[in-house]
């Protein structure tokens, strides 16, 4: 996979997919589904620049689990696979304790 490293106060997140809603027996659709607003931070930028050029490092980190409004970012496609990239101000907050995805081992 290609490799992206967001610059400045950006970061680069993938979606986090729920499991498929069934309500009283209907499947919903895909096309019917609202984006998820939850993801994991996949690459950090080193910070936002203050006037002095002094660089204040971001509050999220790889790995991060978070939530984002449901305009937040631009989405953009690598190597197949659709992420957004968004600046750190448009984060909402922080899941702590949330199950990280699971890596297949090789």
């Known amino acids: 996979m290609a490799k992206l490293t967001p610059l400045h106060d950006r970061i680069l997140v993938r979606r986090i997919e ?8 209907i499947i919903i659709p895909d096309t019917a589904k609202e984006k998820p ?5 996949i ?18 980190q790889e ?3 978070i939530l984002f409004g449901k305009y ?8 197949g696979e659709e992420l957004l990239i968004m600046r750190e101000e448009e984060v909402l907050g922080v899941l702590s304790g949330a199950a990280k995805s699971v890596k297949k081992a090789s």
């Open 18 to 25: 729920e499991g498929e809603t069934v309500r009283g027996g």
């Open 37 to 41: 607003q939850e993801g994991e931070v």
């Open 63 to 65: 790995g991060d689990r």
């Open 43 to 60: 690459a950090v930028g080193k910070g936002k620049k203050n006037e002095e050029g002094k660089v204040f490092p971001l509050d999220v």
């Open 72 to 79: 937040a970012g631009t989405e953009i496609k690598i190597d």
